[in-house]
């Protein structure tokens, strides 16, 4: 399963957030945070901020970059897409946001998030993240590769202590047949 590690530019003044919508590759035309894969041996955090730099020109110490979220997106229909993310928050960066051949950066009110230009699955944990809650959670792709069918979510304080299982969710595994 591949790992990725997305990060959240939020204003706090201006109460929104920077997302960006995909151009090209996976996800392309959806709106999402900013991110991608975490190269072997790469810190998560370490990756979030170069992907921050990389796909919208801010720059970002990495060690100021909170960890809001660890989630599992399961696709059994599609198991190449099996996918773990980090989540970062930052609040201070240096530049201002501009686009690159993979995305469009967008601010938006945090109050007023269009997910219907999301992935399914951001109605669900993207507004707890940005209130602050820490998460971890799973979703469950059904055989649209659209729509969201199964979900676990559960709240931490942290993300060294022991996690609950997620019983009566499928894992990350082909479909049968």
């Given amino acids: 399963m591949k ?5 959240l530019p939020i204003d706090e003044t201006n109460r929104r957030v920077l997302l960006g919508l995909k151009r090209r590759g996976f996800g392309q035309g959806k709106l999402t945070g900013l991110g991608g894969k975490v190269d072997p041996g790469e810190d998560p955090r370490a ?18 970059l909170d960890e809001a979220a660890r989630l599992t997106f399961c696709f059994p229909s599609n198991p190449d897409w099996n996918l ?54 799973v979703f469950v792709y059904g055989d649209d590769q659209e729509t969201v069918v ?17 019983g009566g969710v499928r894992t990350c595994r082909p479909a049968s047949g």
């Fill in 3 to 7: 790992t990725a590690a997305l990060c």
């Fill in 47 to 64: 990756a979030a901020a170069r992907e921050l730099h990389e796909e919208a020109g801010l720059l970002a110490d990495p060690a100021s």
């Fill in 150 to 166: 199964e979900t676990r979510i559960q709240k931490v304080a942290n993300f060294s202590e022991k996690l609950a299982t997620f």
């Fill in 84 to 137: 773990r993310m980090h989540v970062f928050i930052v609040r201070a960066w240096r530049g201002r946001p501009v686009g690159s051949e993979e995305i469009a950066p967008e601010w938006h009110a945090v109050d007023a998030l269009p997910f219907e230009r999301m992935w399914d699955d951001g109605r669900l944990w993207l507004p707890q993240a940005l209130a602050g809650h820490r998460l971890v959670a």
